[in-house]
């Protein structure tokens, strides 16, 4: 039994910056950071693996959001600058003990996080 629980959300001016953090309760292989928002599905974000640190970005956030990884406490986070007003969302951190597969799929992840909301204004 993996948990999850993000934090760090909020409001934040287009253009600035906010750090969300995943605190994970079991080990995982890997880790990812998906998104929400109204009316749309589900979209990839970032994720990285436990062990190797390798990581993966979504076209969208690439340059912008970077994800890392602190074994010790046992804690992911997502660093997200220059915020658009379409990164508003409720952000979800996930976890996955599966193999080599295509990071970017929901499918892919066994357990979730509750979310936490990140609003962007102009």
């Known amino acids: 039994q993996v948990q999850l629980a993000e934090s760090g959300g909020g409001l934040v001016q287009a253009g600035g910056s906010r750090r969300l953090s995943c605190a994970v309760s079991?080990?995982?292989?890997?880790m990812g950071w998906f998104r929400q928002a109204p009316g749309k599905e589900r979209e990839f974000v970032a994720a990285?693996?436990?062990?190797?640190?390798?990581?993966k970005f979504a076209q969208s956030v690439k340059g912008r959001f970077s994800i890392s990884r602190d074994n010790a406490k046992n804690t992911v986070y997502l660093q997200m600058n220059s915020l658009k007003p379409e990164d508003a969302a409720i952000y979800y951190c996930?976890?996955?003990?599966?193999?080599?597969?295509?990071?970017?799929?929901?499918?892919?992840?066994?357990?979730w996080g509750q979310g936490t909301q990140v609003t962007v204004s102009s």
């Open positions: 990285i693996g436990w062990i190797d640190g390798w990581k």
């Open positions: 996930a976890a996955t003990n599966h193999g080599p597969s295509d990071w970017s799929r929901v499918y892919v992840y066994d357990a």
């Open positions: 079991g080990r995982s292989a890997a």
